[in-house]
């Protein structure tokens, strides 16, 4: 199995930036992919930021240009850069991590989330 721990989280000023950390630990060489999710609150789940296998990266248009997915295998820890905070950003972001079982099914494995305020 695989565990995940967001840190990083905290209340900042719109316009500045925070460094999300998400440590991962288990059953990892059949990791996939990684991603960050956030969920504002009163809304829904949505994803932000995925990272592959082969360090390719896909953002949601609203953070495009603002926020940055990395991983560093050799620390097993995945980052998400954020910079030009908005109030908008608000909310618990949570990091994701996909593995196939032994029959091909996908397995997402979820951290327990890390919030993040950013005042107007």
């Known amino acids: 199995q695989v565990q995940l721990v967001e840190s990083g989280g905290g209340l900042v000023q719109a316009g500045g930036s925070l460094r999300l950390s998400c440590t991962y630990s288990g059953a990892i060489l059949g990791i996939l992919s990684m991603a960050w999710y956030r969920q504002a609150p009163g809304g829904q789940r949505e994803l932000v930021a995925t990272?592959?296998?082969?360090?390719?990266?896909n953002y949601v248009d609203s953070v495009k240009g603002r926020f940055t997915i990395s991983k560093d295998n050799a620390k097993n820890t995945m980052y998400l850069q954020m910079n030009s905070l908005k109030p908008e950003d608000t909310a618990d972001y949570y990091c994701e991590a996909d593995r196939r079982n032994g029959y091909g099914a996908l397995i997402n494995f979820w951290g327990q989330g890390t919030q993040v305020t950013v005042s107007s």
């Open positions: 990272i592959t296998s082969g360090g390719r990266t």
